[in-house]
């Protein structure tokens, strides 16, 4: 399940979520009847830079769901699922403020497609794009329709894309189950 958060911020402390996108990617392919986008009322208030990069206004979200029933959507699309993300760490930091407080867990249940790409690049001898290195940047090297960034449906579209131009790539390199992906993600974390 590809996943996108938008947020307030990127403290997990103080930060809350905004917006969440998820799209199912299942045997291969990305399933765009099931995706889901729901704006989240934060707990906090948006700060002005979050404003002009998603174009979320405290008007918009205020009658937006609320933090439980994100949640539960969440958990509902999630549960016994691999989370793809790009660059992870933002995601696994917010799913730990979501349920339990312990980002690693969802860390271990991630595969970050931007640490993907990274590793496909080492292995490949190829360079996807300038640095640094965006989501938009490496879905137009990739040939993967370019969305609205920053809108956190169109950001999980893309990852879910990414990520199947990006596993396909991999294979002949060995990396041909999810576990390897995994492997890979995590591997690229210790190169870059």
Known sequence: MALDFETTGLDRRRDAVVSLGLVPVREGRVHLADVRYTMVRPSVPPS???IVIHHLRPVDLQRAPGVEQARHMLRMALEDRFVLTWAGEIEAAFLGNLFDGRPRRWVRR????????????????????RRPLSLSVAARSFGVPVEEAHHALDDAIMTAEVFLVVATRLAPFGFESVGSLLKASRLSSRIA
């Not at 991630?110 to 794009?129: C, F, K, N, P, W």
């Open 48 to 50: 002005p830079q979050s």
């Open 110 to 129: 991630s595969i970050d497609v931007l640490r993907l790409t990274l590793a496909y690049e080492r292995l490949s001898g190829s360079r996807v794009g």
